[in-house]
């Protein structure tokens, strides 16, 4: 059993985005990732994982192929890792989203990392 506080993984990005790791297994990993005002994480796909996608803080627009979908705190967005994905921060702070992805698929996904 672990406990985590997700305050302990929120952090002003120094650049656009500040990612950071709360798991890891070869099953999953959970991680913060925090944009900056205005900043886009840019598109992309997780092969053949699926991901969850929770507002923690803040608004956000996240495009999967194409299509547009509002997520403000609280609701929670399921992507299929084939999807195209590209999230926007469209709220007035930072956005604070909590991210699972499983399975793992590449080892670049499962470190912290700032943009």
């Known amino acids: 059993m672990n406990k985590f506080i997700f305050n302990d993984y929120f952090h002003v990005p120094q650049g656009k985005i500040a990612k950071r790791m709360i798991f890891k297994s070869d099953n ?3 991680f913060v ?11 992309h796909t997780h092969l053949e994982s699926t991901l969850l996608l929770q507002v923690m803080e803040g608004k956000a627009k996240v495009v999967t192929d194409g299509n547009e979908t509002p997520l403000q705190v609280g609701e929670l967005m399921q992507v299929d890792g084939q999807e195209s994905l590209q999230v926007v921060n469209t709220g007035e702070d930072i956005l ?4 699972t992805i499983s399975p793992m698929g590449t ?5 912290d990392a700032n943009v």
């Open 28 to 30: 999953v990993i959970a």
């Open 107 to 111: 080892e670049a996904f499962a470190t």
């Open 96 to 99: 604070r989203l909590y991210v």
């Open 33 to 43: 990732l925090n944009i900056a005002k205005g900043e886009i994480l840019p598109g």
